[in-house]
């Protein structure tokens, strides 16, 4: 039986694991299907419309995760048993209450969201008919309550029969405002104090207690890392800019990190060739697109960093040669030292920490388009020019302010997932604005016109482009940060490429695990030698790795509640990662909600199966 004391925030998350451990072997699976996603919200309770799922899950989603499932059930709410019969009222002419089937199957399949005569016949192999070949509604609506209400119960008969799966607390959001994260008392130098029990010393937020079942704050198995962070403009180290910088060779390069809606966030990589032996200075920094200096683009906050690997034949093992982990005076994030003459990959990073997801709006959104009332022509509204403005700023990689075939490819790989040969180009610069065989601005924006011609008007798979590259229906880029990178080499000329590497995203998750390790310090979690939680701390980020050692896969709590002034690129504050046997998996990274504040990161790591 359930604990009549648990608290209402509890209950709804206890019926979340339980709906979701009812089609799935853990909390940590993801949903990889539509078909899933129904299955799943069913176990919870609801009766989702194919316009619910296609709200949930559009054409580029590719997983959903149990936080992204808990936060479709607190807006979807299960339909009230009074409301399903008024609708049933309605169509109740004599108000006998009953209805026939004829006129059901009319309203199903003719009405509103229609549906299939397939769907119409499961509902009607719920409902029981009299000689007259009509039912009773009211019956047929406590049939239907019953149901949802007999498929949560056995949920959570069945989580309450596993002790473990008891103990998994997910889906805790962590609040990340400024004035709930008030910054704790001044710290002159930055400390670092770990401990290896939960509740001696740490800082609490307040003296009520945790909202958590008592088996989420206690553990046997916990190790606790506990560090004070100054605030950065009390920071000292700076990296100074060295003499050779203005006489030296330099290339550059721009780029973009975007956050997909499954919360992983993707960017370019770039090939770097060092013809000779050198002292090499690496920067990357968010790009501003705004010409108003006073007003900078709102991801100018956004943390960037480079991680310079070897490209040897087996990329995924490539070594570590480079992080760019101090700031400059500009508050660049920079890296300098010597590379040996050689080839080497340049992998962006950013932990997402300050990328906020935006929601999906229904909205028609900004218009795009219009029709000139004198010629009758369509043409770019004010609003949609200076977005493609801003895209193509974005894709002209080398500055330029032309669009070579690569670089369009590259954007059309982003937003379609294909790539234009040569004769497409060809006919592109036949008919579009043109210089030295690449595309202007002006001939990108003639480009996306014709679209809109081609479609008379129709704007949808121009929205989609809009979304690929980071924009909201207000026309905002809010998905994404534009971020430009600056190699400087003291006796020779770097020569910078952007690719798209298929093994990016296992280079750069390598490449982060192995810096973070060697760097770092590693404890490992009391009473578990095998399992070892590496902590790294840099200039303005608190990286962690948790390293399973043993033969078993293991499942580790997460716990920030008591850090101070924090977010978390789990943008959770209560979270559980799985390591698989003899592997390694990053954990997080915490940076300051406020810099200007000084913050403490307070984690305890627990084993829970």
């Not at 936060?71 to 009953?98: A, C, M, S, W």
């Not at 079942?213 to 920071?235: D, G, K, L, W």
Request: charged letters at 25%; proline letters at 4%.
């Amino acid at each position: 039986m359930l604990k009549s004391h648990r608290s209402e925030e509890e209950n709804f998350y206890l019926n979340c694991r339980a709906a979701y451990l009812s089609v799935f072997k853990s909390s940590l699976s993801n949903i990889t299907s539509k078909e899933q996603l129904c299955h799943v919200l069913q176990q919870a309770g609801r009766n989702p419309s194919q316009k619910l799922l296609n709200k949930y899950w559009t054409p580029r989603t590719k997983r959903l995760n149990f936080d992204d499932f808990c936060e479709i059930l607190q807006k979807e709410k299960p339909t009230e048993h009074d409301e399903l019969l008024r609708v049933f009222k309605k169509l109740d002419n004599n108000g006998d209450g009953y209805i026939s089937l004829s006129e059901l199957r009319k309203v199903l399949t003719t009405m509103g969201e229609k549906m299939n005569n397939e769907e119409v016949n499961e509902i009607f192999s719920l409902i029981k008919t009299n000689k007259d070949a009509q039912f009773d509604y009211t019956e047929f609506c406590r049939t239907l309550e019953s149901t949802a209400e007999q498929c949560k119960t056995a949920a959570l008969e069945k989580l309450e029969a596993d002790a473990k799966l008891r103990r998994q607390n997910f889906g805790n959001q962590s609040d990340r405002s400024p004035k709930s994260s008030a910054a704790p008392p001044a710290a002159s130098q930055q400390e670092s104090l770990q401990k290896q029990e939960p509740d001696a010393g740490l800082p609490r937020r307040d003296s009520r207690s945790s909202s958590r079942p008592s088996s989420a704050r206690s553990r046997r198995s916990s190790t606790c890392t506990a560090i004070a962070m100054a605030a950065s403009n009390s920071r000292s180290a700076k990296l100074m800019e060295p003499k050779f910088l203005q006489e030296s060779h330099h290339s550059h390069m721009k780029g973009c990190f975007f956050l997909e809606e499954d919360g992983t966030i993707v960017s370019l990589q770039y090939r770097l060739h060092v013809p000779q032996t050198t002292t090499v200075y690496l920067t990357i920094q968010p790009l501003n697109l705004n010409q108003n200096q006073d007003k900078p683009s709102p991801w100018m906050s956004v943390d960037t960093a480079l991680l310079g690997v070897t490209a040897g034949e087996g990329k995924e093992d490539s070594n570590v040669v480079c992080v760019t982990e101090l700031r400059d005076k500009e508050q660049k994030f920079v890296w300098k030292g010597e590379l040996s003459e050689g080839t080497y990959y340049l992998l962006p990073f950013s932990t997402g920490c300050r990328l906020v997801p935006s929601r999906k709006s229904e909205a028609p959104g900004t218009e795009l388009v219009f029709r000139n009332q004198d010629s009758g022509e369509l043409e770019l509204t004010k609003e949609f020019r200076s977005a493609l403005s801003d895209i193509f700023e974005v894709i002209d990689l080398d500055g330029n302010g032309l669009l070579s075939l690569e670089e369009y490819n590259l954007f059309e790989e982003r937003t379609s997932g294909e790539k234009c040969d040569e004769d497409a180009w060809a006919v592109c610069r036949e008919n579009f604005d043109t210089k030295k065989n690449m595309l202007t601005r002006q001939g990108f924006m003639e480009l996306n016109l014709m679209e809109a011609n081609d479609r008379e008007g129709d704007t949808r798979d121009l929205w989609i482009t809009l979304e690929a590259m980071g924009f909201n229906r207000a026309l905002e880029m809010v998905g994404a940060c534009p971020f430009i990178i600056d190699v400087y080499c003291e006796n020779v000329k770097p020569i910078l490429q952007a690719v798209n590497l298929e093994s990016g995203a296992k280079m750069l998750s390598t490449a982060l695990q192995r810096s973070i390790v060697s760097r770092g310090e590693g404890r490992p979690v009391k009473g578990h030698d095998g399992v070892t939680v590496y902590t790294c701390r840099g200039d303005s980020r608190i990286s962690s790795v948790i390293a399973n050692k043993t033969n078993q896969k293991v499942v580790v709590q997460v716990n920030n509640e008591q850090s101070k002034n924090c977010g978390s690129s789990r943008r959770m504050s209560v979270f559980a990662v799985e390591v698989p046997a003899r592997a390694k998996i990053v954990c997080q990274h915490v940076m300051p909600i406020n810099e200007k504040q000084e913050w403490i990161y307070s984690c305890v790591e627990s084993i829970i199966s």
